[in-house]
Each structure stands twice: as C-alpha cells, then as structure tokens.
C-alpha cells in the first residue's frame, strides 16, 4: 500500500482504545492482508518475513472482516 493509498483508510484501522497496545504496527497488518488475499496464498503457508506471524495476521483479518473494515478500505480507495 502506498503513503497516498495508507493515508485515506489509516482512520479505519488506528482506532485507539482501551486494552493493550498493539504488537505490531496497524499497517504492517494492512499489508500483511493485502498480500495474503493479492497472492492467493493459504494462512498457513509462510509470510515473507517482513511481516507478523501468520496466526497474528489471520486473526487480525477475521476480526476487521466482521468489522467491515475492507470493505470500507475499498470503497475510499475506489472513489
């Protein structure tokens, strides 16, 4: 995802809150989803390393999917 693309759908995923501070940056998960879905590759099969352990990723896209939250990515990068 580029700085542009990043910068109209940050606010849909750097919610903050209360509980504990994320592990990993929010964007790093971003594209970590992106990537799985882009390439078509199983959860399972190893990430490059550049990114979070697959477990963290899978859970993250689950949660975010429920949320709605690609959907609305897509819709703002669409218009």
Same mark, same amino acid.
């Not at 940056?25 to 594209?31: E, G, I, K, M, T």
């Not at 959860?43 to 975010?64: E, G, H, I, K, S």
């Given at each position: ?5 990043? %910068?109209?759908?940050?606010? @849909? ?13 929010? /964007?790093?998960? =971003? ?8 390439t078509?590759? %199983?959860?399972?099969?190893? @990430?490059?390393a ?11 896209? /689950?949660r975010? =999917? ?14």
């Amino acid at each position: 995802m580029t700085d542009a693309e990043w %910068a109209r759908v940050a606010d @849909l995923f750097e919610v903050t809150g209360r509980g504990k501070p994320p592990a990993y940056p929010r /964007r790093l998960l =971003v594209d970590a989803c992106c990537y799985v879905v882009r390439t078509g590759c %199983a959860w399972r099969m190893m @990430l490059p390393a550049d990114f979070p352990p697959w477990q963290n990723v899978y859970r993250t896209f /689950r949660r975010w =999917v429920a949320q709605g939250r690609f959907e609305a990515m897509h819709d703002r990068l669409r218009a």
